[in-house]
């Protein structure tokens, strides 16, 4: 009695002093607070077995630090922390959360735990070898598959106790410097070759009436659901009753189940040490069905099944391997999902496509995967390991002026640069971004007062080296309007003409290439006319140069 009353002080004390780590969250858009300050994750995640070992650890992260990366998303896994059950090993944990602070870098930790990417994988061998106490799901044959079941209160509990040793442990060594943000929960949930289970309590649930938890949620938010399926008219009957007898009805029963676990793991963690939590996703493209791609994750059309049964999480991450990065950007920033981008192949054209993130879509965070593998500099095409860094006079990540940094490393520090800026202007109507491709190469920013900035590709000047090809790479800029005539361009490889709606001619007065210092002081690096302006007919960032200019436009 003494020991709880003493230690919910303590939680009440501790909490006061020191604001945990946070999501302030504004429904379409979100960013995370640590140090009571506001951040995007300027972020990589890495491959999954790259932070197994200390020796890798310790190699890897000095490594990201130099890359400009502020955040690294780094698996920690039931099988390294709990190699016995009930004995807990955190040392992985330590290490990680040691490396990173030394190479300033936060942390958000990726549970690898019941399931990675539909499988049970990351178990301990303890928990494998024990399918009676830890039932897998079935197939509709009635086979185990190596998946555990998300309806079994044993797997639940087991991965949940050891979550929340996990929380605790990350609570008592990191509550006061924060290194740790934000936990993802599970990794690309979802089940992988049927919609569902098929075990005989799966089945029995499935033929049971749907919870009222669920269709009360419907019902009250019916007008603002992801999914038609979801918009039924009765509100009593069971999985195929209401919402069909097919797989994708049976695909939101599974989710159903998934949601719920994830929310008991997410809820008990939190009220541990309260960090923002999320999920992420496997896509359902490439005209798959249910159980072709993991089945029931938290899809863009199973949202609101997620949302209503797992509320404690706070958003649901995009992972992107798939073509149309414009439009599945789209369909996760949505009125009540920010988006968060925790894996995205990792590609030279990521430096654009982050740069599109954070402008169009407030993003949280953008996170190529397998970064360590991402060369610092374009001379190396081989190996990171064997670049010769000491000689690189760039490893300042508040420095931009480098012509042999790799793409994306560039591009992050332009991010870095401008973050403060970015976070100022997130959410209003002041920012914006464009990504330019070979099909899409040229396009408007209109402001509400009549503004327009027609801006294009580079290439279509037809001066650059590349212009001739056949397909133009992409290009990209965040456009900040700082006051009425007054603007920050971020990007690569744009060109920026002006017109104004009261018909008026617009002219450049100034304009300057410009570097933000760690304090967010604006220098000039350069007063750019003539030649690098054409003779004042437009703004230019030639592509492949990475640059922030400042301008400003008048009328005559
Ligand atoms: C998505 C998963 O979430 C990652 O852990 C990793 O397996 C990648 N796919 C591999 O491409």
Known sequence: ???????????????????????????????????????????????????????????????????????????????????????????????????????????????????????????????????????????????????????????????????????????????????????????????????????????????????????????????????????????????????????????????????????????????????????????????RTPGEYPSAGPLAHLIDVWHCGAPSISVLGLDLYDKGYRDWTGRYHLPNNPLFIPEIRLEDHDAMRALYAFGHHDAMGFCPFSIENYPLTRQSNSDWRNIDISKDDQLNVFSSNSSKLSPLVSSYRLLRQTE??????????????????????????KFEDGTVLHISHTYSLGWEPGAKSDKWPEAACIIIRQDKDDYIVIGSGIVITFSKANGKMVGIAKCEQVEYSQEGEMQIVRHLNGDQTHQGRHIRIPFDNYQIQHFRLYEY
């Not at 100022?424 to 396009?443: F, I, S």
């Open 1 to 287: 009695m003494i020991k709880s009353v003493l230690s919910l002080l303590c939680s009440i004390v501790c909490v006061s002093l020191f604001a945990q780590p946070k999501l302030e969250n504004h429904g379409d858009w979100a960013r995370i607070i640590v140090n009571d300050k506001p951040m995007l994750i300027i972020g990589g995640e890495l491959g999954n077995s790259s932070a197994s070992t200390q020796e890798d650890i310790r190699r890897i992260f000095p490594h990201l630090h130099k890359l400009g990366l502020n955040t690294v998303l780094a698996p920690i896994s039931w099988e390294l922390l709990e190699p016995q059950e009930g004995e807990y090993d955190f040392s992985t944990l330590d290490h990680i959360i040691h490396e990173a602070r030394r190479n300033e870098l936060k942390v958000v930790l990726l549970w690898f735990g019941a399931w990675k990417n539909s499988m049970s994988c990351y178990t301990p061998e303890w928990f494998k070898r024990d399918n009676k106490r830890f039932p897998r799901v079935h197939n509709k044959n009635g086979v185990p598959l190596e998946e555990a079941s998300s309806l079994s209160a044993n797997v639940l509990e087991a991965d949940k106790k050891i979550f929340c040793s996990m929380m605790q442990h990350i609570r008592d060594v990191d509550m006061n410097e924060q290194t740790v943000i934000m936990i993802q929960v599970e990794n690309e949930i979802g089940m992988i070759t049927e919609p569902r289970d098929y075990s005989k309590d799966a089945t029995k649930m499935y033929n049971s009436q749907v919870p009222k938890q669920l269709t009360d949620y419907l019902k009250k938010n019916t007008k603002r659901l992801n999914n038609n399926r979801l918009q039924i008219k009765t509100y009593k009957g069971t999985w195929s009753e209401l919402f069909g007898n097919d797989i994708y009805a049976e695909e939101i029963f599974q989710a159903w189940t998934y949601a719920l676990y994830v929310e008991e793991m997410a809820k008990a963690g939190k009220a541990i040490y309260n960090l923002p939590m999320y999920v992420n996703v496997a896509l359902n493209s490439r005209n």
């Open 420 to 445: 403060p800026l970015i976070l100022k202007h997130q959410g209003t109507k002041d920012m914006d971004a464009v990504l330019l491709d070979n099909d899409t190469r040229e396009t408007d920013i």
